[in-house]
Nanobody, 125 residues
Framework: QVQLVESGGGLVQAGGSLRVSCAAS????????MAWFRQVPGKEREFVAA???????YYADSIQGRFTISRDNARNTAYLQMNSLKPEDTAVYYC???????????????????WGQGTQVTVSS
């Protein structure tokens, strides 16, 4: 049974930084392609960033240059380093994973079989 557990969310002032983590367990999680999505109440869950098992990364335009996704395969953990945070980055951040992600579908929620429970990130102005 594959499990994804996020941690590291919290409250930060605008312009600050925060790092959220996603620990994967079960299956062959070290070979999963992993991603971060975020969601605010009343809106669709949106893609933030993805990192393939080989290390290739992909970012949403809205966070390009401010966020960095990475992974530690030895710890089966993915990270999202968020810098220069803005109030509009406030959301619940979800980790997602799949055994074989296709680049053309990485922004689609349907492409991911596994999801974490989410962690709240709040950026105050």
């Amino acid at each position: 049974q594959v499990q994804l557990v996020e941690s590291g969310g919290g409250l930060v002032q605008a312009g600050g930084s925060l790092r959220v983590s996603c620990a994967a367990s079960g299956g062959t999680s070290s070979r999963f392609d992993m991603a971060w999505f975020r969601q605010v109440p009343g809106k669709e869950r949106e893609f933030v960033a993805a990192v393939f098992s080989g290390g290739y990364t992909y970012y949403a335009d809205s966070i390009q240059g401010r966020f960095t996704i990475s992974r530690d395969n030895a710890r089966n953990t993915a990270y999202l380093q968020m810098n220069s945070l803005k109030p509009e980055d406030t959301a619940v951040y979800y980790c997602a994973a799949d055994e074989r992600l296709i680049l053309s579908s990485i922004k689609s929620r349907a492409a991911y079989h596994y999801w974490g429970q989410g962690t709240q990130v709040t950026v105050s102005s």
